[in-house]
């Protein structure tokens, strides 16, 4: 006898009335797909044009997203009066530290209106200075106007920040603007006008996770700001807890799947690295190290013998205070670099003797250093304003950190002052097999208006490609919340396609109308073995078109034969066609770059010349009548960055 | 020996305890129900009662159910990092080794953060 009848006899009602197939429409000028920290502010930008605004977000807006649980320092605030880098400068910076392959307009929009939003965030609610003096005198703090700024302290271009708060803030206000939020709703597909794949968006349909009630959304225009796929060759829900990367796991790649799906042109879908972390490592943030929120903390071996700071040179640095200033000859750093950052923007860093980028350790150059494991962060040796700021503020107020990691440690008797907390292997630990790996950064091509290909489709955050992070979602989703707004306040009556709205219905409701068939949880990590063993760290055709058969196969299979027992399971299903469907264009836009490429992290055994210079350009991808349409793009695609700003921010 | 009530069980999910009511304290207002981000936690049908946590495997650590929870710092909720998830520390003076979760834990360390527990502008 089967377990599961047994169960099924004595589980409890599911605690939500459950309305599968009830249908309920709303319109609005601008929909805004997800809640997170890119799409808040799009339903402010947009709003306060005077937009009607309906935003949809999976979780529940006061909490959901990568931003969810805080933000401790705000990137590109080169627009503060104390910072010595324009945003021009910085924007190059950030270009050439990746050899071209960046999103431009992304950078530069960062990069002009961060600081603003960080002031506007202010308003909100969210404390962005000293005001108290705790940290009067630090070589951190700007006397004037008592913010902290992180990494380089003579550049001045990042500001620590409270921001733990911060998307409670951001959903007051979205609901003073008068914003009509809808949680707990999954959007599955984005509509077009007629039904036709690249025709022009007109709404959404979606579901909601509790009731599974299905919600039809009807707009001008539509602004994506869903999140980065993640779950697509790591899953797991056992090794440590449902963490496969830095984001919340029901990031399954929704918006760049049905973004696709509707004929929506992408760029960079081929880049992936390997993960590291999340999935076999510790808490993020939660171990010592000296990267990121942790920069640049003093590490010590097992006898206290202490690593040495580097800066671009080699030469070791003597004092903590010169690992936040640049080296002799340099302008300034950039705190967190590309694969392989650029000498001119080169950091200080931490010289653990024969480590790879990975941290990996090498025993003999161990032996020969006369280095023992484990490693310790020397918090007690830093500088008490370091300390204080480290501990006390960013690790109070990095997302992921003020619970589980401050409160959780220090109620277990952590104590900065005089306790070093153990590093593994010098990051967050956990090092993976190569074919281990995490998308990074393929997303929507977009306009300066950050409109994509499709009529009336805008994107931000990590919709787009090459996103940054907290600051770079506020302030893309912002813009492109402005520039929907524009168009939708000019813009026709739109209409549904209810043939469309019909075959999406039948889609999704499938899987809880059969009795037995494969779970999500089996799906997934099935989809995962695929794109680890057919698109992983080494790629050529013949592995790239048995990737595709085998998700051929199981979209046919296992997966059109896939069962739900509640719109809980059925959500966590739904999304793992999602991630079915991103593996899917990921290998299409791997197939179709032809050539290595170091800076994309891309090996071709087939094509094993590394950078030719005709393939240092962008490769765009999309779908058309249901065939996969590839092209270039020039890196620099954005031409001139100032002209264009200037002639589409929609500030002027 | 006494006849024990000995049943056949399917495998617990690991982890399975990510977070740990005080049914003495929640009051059951199911907070941390509507902003879970994983939806993790289900409204318990006795009403006043702490959640069910239904899926506990699902729980990716944010800590946000605690932190929006209006009696954590009463200790209705608390966040259980599971076993292998458990880091440590070494204190610099005596040379002692600590970790999370351990039998017999030096005394907590009450600092709240800069800008305390709920810091605004």
């Known amino acids: 006898m089967h377990y599961e009848k047994l169960i099924y006899e004595h589980a409890p009602k599911w605690p939500y009335r459950v309305l599968y197939g009830q249908e309920t429409e709303v319109s609005c000028d601008v929909l805004v797909l997800g809640g997170g920290i890119a799409g808040c502010w799009a339903a402010i930008g947009a709003a306060r044009k005077g937009a009607r605004v309906v935003m949809v977000e999976k979780g529940a807006v006061k909490t959901s997203g990568a931003g969810g649980s805080g933000v401790d320092h705000w990137h590109c605030t080169v627009m503060h009066p104390a910072s010595k880098i324009t945003p021009e400068e910085y924007t190059q910076a950030n270009m050439d530290n990746f050899y071209g392959w960046r999103n431009g307009i992304m950078q530069y929009i960062a990069c002009k209106e961060s600081y603003d939003c960080l002031l506007e965030l202010e308003k909100m609610g969210v404390k962005i200075r000293d005001s108290e003096d705790e940290f009067k005198g630090a070589e951190f703090r700007d006397e004037a106007t008592k913010m902290m700024f992180a990494y380089d302290y003579t550049a001045k271009y990042c500001i620590r920040v409270w921001g733990t708060n911060a998307k409670t803030a951001l959903y007051k206000e979205c609901q003073r603007l008068g914003v009509i939020i809808i949680n707990h709703v999954m959007i599955t597909s984005l509509l077009n006008e007629g039904g036709v794949q690249g025709g022009r968006i007109v709404g959404a349909a979606g579901m909601d996770v509790h009731t599974g009630k299905f919600h039809v959304f009807k707009s001008k225009s539509t602004v994506l700001c869903l999140a980065q796929a993640r779950r697509t060759w790591v899953f797991s829900t056992e090794l440590t807890g449902f963490r496969v990367e830095a984001g919340p796991p029901n990031e399954s790649g929704d918006g760049h799947a049905i973004a696709w799906l509707a004929g929506a042109e992408l760029t960079g879908a081929e880049q992936s690295s390997q993960a590291n972390g999340a999935a076999f490592g510790y808490p993020q943030y939660g171990v010592g190290n000296a990267g990121n929120t942790w920069y640049a903390c003093t590490i010590v071996d097992a006898a206290g013998k202490e690593i040495p700071w580097i800066d671009r040179d080699g030469r070791v640095l003597k004092t903590v205070s010169e690992r936040y200033r640049p080296a002799p000859g340099q302008k300034y750093f950039l705190g967190m670099g590309g694969r392989k950052p650029h000498y001119d923007y080169a950091s200080p860093k931490l010289a653990v003797p024969g480590a790879d980028d990975f941290h990996r350790y090498d025993a003999g150059v161990f032996q020969k250093a006369g280095i023992t494991l484990p490693f310790y962060a020397d918090l007690p040796s830093m500088p008490e304003m370091e300390r204080k700021a480290l501990w006390g503020l960013m690790i109070g107020q990095e997302a ?29 630990g956990g090092i993976g097999p190569p074919q281990w790996r995490q998308a990074r950064g393929g997303g929507l091509l977009t306009d300066w208006d950050l409109k994509t290909n499709l009529e009336g489709l805008y994107a931000a955050g990590t919709q787009l490609f090459s996103p940054g992070d907290h600051a770079y979602a506020a302030t893309t989703g912002r813009y492109a919340g402005r520039r929907a707004a524009a168009y939708a306040l000019g813009a026709g009556d739109v209409e549904i396609n209810s043939k469309q709205v019909a075959a999406e219905k039948n889609r999704i409701y499938a899987p809880v109308k059969r009795k037995h068939g494969i779970d999500w949880k089996e799906l997934n990590a099935g989809v995962c073995k695929v794109m680890q063993d057919y698109c992983g760290d080494i790629k050529n055709e013949e592995l790239l078109k048995l990737g595709l058969k085998w998700f051929e196969e199981i979209e046919a299979g296992e997966a059109a034969s896939a069962c739900a027992r509640n719109p809980h399971e059925l959500m966590r299903l739904l999304e793992t066609f999602n991630v079915i469907t991103f593996g899917k264009m990921t290998m299409e836009a791997c197939r179709a770059r032809k050539a290595s490429s170091s800076y994309l992290g891309f090996k071709r055994l087939d094509y094993p010349e590394v950078d030719p210079p005709e393939w240092n350009q962008w490769l765009t991808i999309k779908l058309d009548k249901g065939n996969v349409k590839t092209g270039r793009l020039p890196l620099d695609f954005y031409g001139d960055m100032v002209k264009n700003y200037n002639a589409h921010c929609g500030l002027r | 020996m006494a ?22 304290v929640c009051t059951g207002c199911n907070n941390c129900v509507e902003l879970c981000v994983m939806d993790v936690l289900m409204p318990n049908p006795e009403k006043g009662k702490p959640p069910i946590v239904l899926y506990p495997d699902e729980c990716y650590y944010d800590g946000l159910c605690v932190k929006n929870c209006p009696l954590w710092q009463k200790g209705a909720i608390k966040l259980n990092h599971p076993l292998n998830q458990r880091v440590r520390w070494k204190r610099k003076a005596t040379g002692e080794h600590f970790r999370i979760g351990m039998p017999d834990p030096p005394p907590p360390n009450n600092r709240p953060p800069v800008g305390g527990w709920d810091a605004k502008a």
């Open chain 1, 400 to 428: 992921r950190t003020l619970i589980p990691i401050y409160q959780t440690y220090n109620q277990a008797g952590f104590n900065p002052d005089e306790d070093m907390l153990q590093g593994y292997e010098c990051g967050w």
């Open chain 2, 3 to 24: 006849k024990e009530d000995i049943r056949m069980f399917p495998n617990i999910v690991t982890p399975s305890n990510p977070v740990i009511f005080d049914e003495d």
